[in-house]
Every structure is written in C-alpha cells, then in structure tokens.
C-alpha cells in the first residue's frame, strides 16, 4: 500500500523520535482503551495474560486494553455470541463461536454487530456496522447499516462498539493515532502517565503540548490563587517585608501552611520549632503553634487549609524510603485529617489529579516485596535536588507562594535534618552535590507491566491476489512482548 499524505505528515511531525518511542505512544494509547463496565468476553478468550512471546503470521491485529486479537482471516466478525447461553443445558459440551471478537454478554451488542473485512479491489480494510447502536471510529459516528458505506481503517484507528474501545493495527503501515483521539484520550494519559509520560520522550511532548494540560494548569493556578486571597499575613511588623515585595529577604507564610504537624510516624499534636533535638537550624523558618489537631473525630468539619500538594508532599515525607503507593497516600491523608476520613471519595480523585499535574511528584518502582500494584510515588529529582542547592546556599529565605512542596521539604528539613530519598534515587539525601540524572526508557517499567504486546517486525511479504483464486500467504511478525 503506498504511503498516504497522512503518514507523511505523521512521519515528519514524529520523524526526530526512535521507532522505540512511536510504538511505545501506541502502546500507552492501547493501555487506556475504555472497556464495558461488565466483564466482556473477548477479554477473556483472548487476555493478554494468556499471551506468550511468539511469531504470529497475521494480517493486522485488533488489540483492548487487555486482550489481543491477530487477524488471519480476511474476514472477522464482532457482536455478541449467544451460543454460550445453552452450556449449562448440556455440560461438558463445547461450543465453538459463531462470531470472532465476542463483545457480550451485554445486549447493547448486537449479535452480528460488525465485520471488518479486506477489500479486495480498493485492497483496504474496511469496517461494516449492522447492529442498531453502531459504532465510532476515532471517536466519531460512523454509517450503520448493511446499505450503508462501509469505513476504510487505516492502522492506528481506534473503534468503539458497545463501550468497548479497540485499536487496529496494520504491519506494513505506520501506526498513527490522531490528534483527535489523543485529546480525547488525553485525560486518562495524564492520570495514568503523568506528565514525564512514563519517560517516553514523545508521550512527554505530547501530554505537555495538550490544550487539556494548559487548562488545567490554568485552573489549579486559579485555585491556589483563590485560596491565597482566603489568608492572611501572620504578622505586620515592620522587620518582616510584605508577600509580593521583590526587595525583601523573607516572606509571611500563612499560618496553615506553615504548621503542618507531622512527623515521620504520622500528624501529633506537637509543633516545628528551631529547638527540636533532631533539628537542624535554621533561622528561615517561621514556626508556628497549631491551635488544634484535625485528625480528631472531632474536628471532622473542619476542612484543612492545606492544599493536596502539601498533604501529599507530608505522605511521601512520612516514610523512611521517601516513597508511597497511591493507596497509603489515601490512607495518610485519612489517618491525620478528619474531614476528609469522613468525606465522600471525591477527594481522591483530586489526589490523583495533583500527582499526575504537578511537576514535583513522579512514579517509582516499589520497593523488593512491597505488596500491591501500580507504581511508587516519590519527589521529583529535578525538585529534590534544586531544593537541597539552595538550602546548602542559604537561599531558602524567600519562597514564592503557592510552592507548598518546597515549604513542606522546609519544615522537614528543619526537624529532620535530612529529606528521605528512595535507593534507586541519584540525589543524596543530605544534600551532598549530586550528578545529572540520565533517563532513558527502559529505566521504568510500564504501570500497566505486561498488558499491552507491541508490534516489533512490520514487513508483510505476502500479497493478497485480487483473482477469486487466491494464494493468501504472509509473514507479518509480531512479537508478542510485554511494555517496555
């Protein structure tokens, strides 16, 4: 098939990134496919826990989040197959499927609801919708009905029938995903990937050129600004500079922000001071007395002025290793904040939020044996490191406000004397000069590991013949690998 404009423009907007971080893009685009809310069962007839590394001759491959089915046929058919239903009257009785990609149990599928099938004559694939929901391609309505005109796919199409949302993948053509479908899918990008786009240098620039991305910057600037108006100086006297004097040596911290009352072990009631046996002094912090513990029942009204970044950046701080599951950090802000122990979840998902926005958290690997999936969360390097700089220079006496992670590394550090580092970290906790951090993509694992295999070798030798004699061979390799 010849290279179409749209693959030129896609190789020339993309051409400065390795083959490597293309596919790694689709393969990140594959990981956040929606699926049906109910299990479907083409997740388990073809899992991609069930997967092994071998060469598979196909034709292209349709692949969910978590299933992958290769095309060896010139014809596959998607609906819903009922067949299964009569089992429990015979048992023991094998039923083979009348159709290939089963999308069911669910009736908003219909049971001969698509084919996708190879054009002989225009030598395309082509997708035909019968059942009455239809369907999108790239998140757009396509024609249903037999009479209707069919939908010529190109790979890197993703499809979405009944909810279920699957990419088609073509060995001999380059996989593009368009912009239209990466703004689409760009909020679940940034949840899953962060910003750092799981340190694939294209998924990167991709996430942090997003309208999606600016906005929500804009809105969290927003916020904090709001909140900024809510507080007010701690004192007026005149050996203090007001907020926003670009002369003055020190800032006024608001009172909330400034006390944060945690320790290593979790919030007591007890207060940072300059004096504490473990500290290490230093006249650039404030020190406040905090009026009240709200990780008491009692004060389960009460919201914290703390924003999500501080209340995170006091989670991460709390371990030795200076790294956190997702899931303990619910757990820390729960345990030591009231209102939120007694609020309804959406909470968490503002949480989830500030990691995958701010600069100053990325993932981690867990630790040897630590229970649960996912990744770690921990300080950035960059944050790490231009912090402890400017403590070892003295230059912490003025902080911009709004940075309310680098006032919580100041109130740690000011206790503690040290800021915890995970072992895989190139940054020395006590601030001792630290060389550039290299990364590359292989230096973290996907956080979805092994569910999504990616296309390796794209050359199809075969040709298919246009006579209705035809020789069908190919040799369309895909190495069925897990995420890099």
Known sequence: MSVTSREQKFSGKYSSYTAQDRQGLVNAVTCVLSSSSDPVAVSSDYSNSLSIAREVNAYAKIAGCDWTYYVQKLEVTIGRNTDSLNLNAVPGTVVKKNIDIDLGPAKIVSRKHAAI?????????????????????????????????????????????????????????????????????????????????????????????????????????????????????????????????????????????????????GIRPNTYTSSSNNAVPNDNVRHIENPSDLSLDENRYIKPPQSYASMITQAILSTPEGSISLADIYKFISDNYAFYRFSQMAWQNSVRHNLSLNKAFEKVPKRAGQQGKGMNWKISDEVRRDFLNKWNAGKLSKIRRGVSVTRQLQLHMSKFGEIPAPESSSIDPRGIKAQKVKKSLQATSSILGESAPQLQRTQLTGQISTTTSMDVTTNANVNNSSLS
């Open 117 to 265: 099938r190879f054009n002989l004559e225009s030598g395309s694939w082509e997708l035909q919708i019968f059942g009455r929901n239809g369907a999108k391609v790239n998140f757009r309505r396509i024609p249903t009905g037999p009479d209707s005109p069919p939908t010529v796919l190109q790979s890197g199409c993703i499809i979405d029938i009944g909810g279920v949302q699957m990419i088609f993948i073509l060995p001999e053509q380059e996989t593009i995903i368009s912009d239209y479908c990466l703004n689409h899918l760009m909020p679940k990008l940034l949840s899953t990937y962060g910003t750092n786009g799981n340190n694939n240098p294209l998924l990167r620039n991709i996430i942090e050129g997003s309208t999606y991305l600016r906005e929500q910057r804009l809105q969290e600037e927003a916020r904090l600004q709001r909140l900024d108006h809510l507080h007010t100086p701690l004192s007026s006297s005149s050996d203090v500079n007001p907020i926003g004097d670009p002369h003055g040596d020190t800032i006024m911290m608001e009172e909330d922000e400034e006390d944060e009352n945690y320790t290593r072990g």
